[in-house]
């Protein structure tokens, strides 16, 4: 009867476990930004609006910066500073790697007041992949 | 002996959920176009033979063209026409982003009669990816 | 009794696999790179400076070079040739997809020494997402 017990709450550990991933939200999506053609940086903002009207508050969406994709949170680089402040507010995270603002000399005060931070843009994509969250390269 | 069966039961759950999953075909792979450069297309069309030469119909391929990429399923734009109805009989999927023809003001006679629709590319590539495919930027 | 172990031995059987699928390294990340851009070679570069600046041993990458992106690997065209050799010192492999080379024409000896072979680029790609690897496209 006890390693019944046992057996049982380890069942329940893996189904918990494998609840806690799903989660909520429900949908878990990391994006990266590398580039600083503005045609790119476009078709995001329209990607993000298209998620957020499809899914609302379902899914939760982390835009990750590096290399030349670093202009597109600079004040006097980007084209889309109004709507970046407008999906902040909506929830979507943009996180800055902080590798690229030393390899570039880009000062944090230089970003939009938007702009989040993480050590290393590659290892962030990583990791997020490595918590179960899906990944679009734009 | 009640609980044991239960546990069984659960255990037996575990495992053809497992096996969904992998499933048949063995390997599943949603590729994204969004672009209108035609040697990428060409790319993929080097792509998708070769998956298929390699792992015939043990592989699951579709591809979510959205943004730019539209023109690579548009009667007037692609290059590639003939090859996409050749991959199309051999099993492979060409879905098209509803919001795409929309914001784009492309109607559906104006693609090849490949194209499948889904509502929404990016989220159609989460969901893929959410469902244990792989995924492939071109 | 006997139902009970097939049960314990089920279960430890899952959690061994778990186990192994995290394994050692704790990161492991498959790269695509198919462009002739040397401006993304560069940065790739830059990503595996800091990747193993970042995480040391921690992680395991592969990149994998297919289409345009071969001359990345070609000892008269690369511009990249030296940092290539001293992260193969440091564990990074880089394979080169065997229809890519059968395609252009490219023999074996053309390649640096430092180069890996798969047959098939995009098929590497899948099996190591299949293998729990992250992914990332330049």
Sequence with gaps: MKQLTILAFLLLSVFTSAIA???EPKHKLVMQLN???TLIWKGLMNNLKNLKAGWGD???VEVVVHGP???FMMKDKTTQADKIAQFKKM???FVV???TLRERKVSKDQLLPEA???KMGVGEI???QEAGWSYIKL
């Design 126 to 128: 990583i990791l997020k």
């Design 58 to 60: 379902s899914v939760k």
């Design 116 to 118: 989040g931070f993480v």
């Design 69 to 71: 994709g670093v202009q």
């Design 21 to 23: 991933q799903t989660g």
């Design 97 to 99: 790697c902080e590798n």
């Design 35 to 37: 580039t600083s053609d």
């Design 91 to 93: 929830g979507i995270d």
